[in-house]
């Protein structure tokens, strides 16, 4: 079996909140689909942006990451800890409706490394930390 390899099209963009660079990836298919991948994207990202802050929209996430018994969500996210690089996942996880996974999130935003939040702002606050007057 034949795994998929890290696309060097993909789009990655520099971004800044407060003065501090970010990397947003701009894509809507799955980009990380094993710990390859994502080795290969935290790499990738970092040479590209300078930042070891990174946010990814879900669909470039595969679906297995969502299921925990795979395995795939915590081999991925412990190259992300490993590296020292902060992982921001975009999107609305309502969808989900398994218990141990909406735990995960949920402990997983009270981190300092990982975060399931709806929009960039919302990565980019939690990479930062927000401002002292909300904005």
């Avoid at 963009?13 to 799955?30: I, N």
């Avoid at 735990?103 to 490394?113: A, I, T, V």
């Avoid at 399931?116 to 930062?128: D, G, I, P, S, T």
């Amino acid at each position: 079996m034949q795994l998929e390899r890290w696309d060097a099209t993909m789009k990655i963009m520099r971004r800044e909140y407060r003065g501090q660079p970010y990397a947003l990836l701009d894509e809507s298919v799955p980009v990380i689909t094993d710990v390859q991948t994502a080795l290969d994207l935290i790499m990738t990202a970092q040479y590209e942006t300078g930042s070891a802050c990174l946010a990814v929209p879900q669909e470039a996430v595969a679906e297995a990451f969502f299921s925990l018994r795979t395995g795939l969500a915590g081999e991925i996210l412990q190259k992300f800890v490993n590296y020292r690089v902060k992982l921001a996942i975009l999107g609305d996880f309502q969808s989900y409706r398994s218990k141990p996974l909406q735990d995960f999130m949920l402990e997983s935003n009270r981190g300092q490394h990982i975060f399931f939040v709806a929009n960039e702002l919302q990565a980019a606050q939690k990479f930062f930390g927000a401002p002292a007057d909300g904005t």
